[in-house]
């Protein structure tokens, strides 16, 4: 069954356009970029704000490993935007198992940790 976590990630449009770029940069045929676009486009996990160009996603319950369907690309591109453009938060099976990370508090969608992601 493997291990599960609940995550969000918000980003700005800025964080947005940087992602678009790099799914433009993926091979168009690739197994690892079905599963990314996959992940980004679930429409019951994905909100957008028209106003200020952001978007959020929510997923319940997926095995976020690093190097699982996909997610290598996320946490790379993280890594990459500026600490302001994004908020990223993983809330593990464990007790002691959170991740936050990014400065994207200030998102139109109230996402935040509060001992669960939760969308205003």
Known sequence: MGYRS??????TSMGKKILESR????????DRTRHIHELL???????????????????????????????????????DLETEDYLFIRVGESDDDTEIHG??????FGMRFVLRIAFD
């Not at 609940?6 to 980003?11: A, E, H, N």
Request: charged content about 30%; glycine content about 6%; proline content about 5%.
């Open 23 to 30: 799914l433009s940069e993926l091979e168009a045929d690739a």
């Open 6 to 11: 609940d995550v969000g990630l918000c980003l």
């Open 103 to 108: 400065g994207f508090y200030d998102n139109p």
């Open 41 to 79: 486009n679930a429409p019951r996990n994905k909100r957008e704000d028209q106003e200020s160009g952001a978007v959020a996603w929510l997923w319940e319950y997926p095995k976020w490993y690093a190097d699982y369907k996909g997610m290598t690309f996320i946490e790379n591109l993280l890594r």
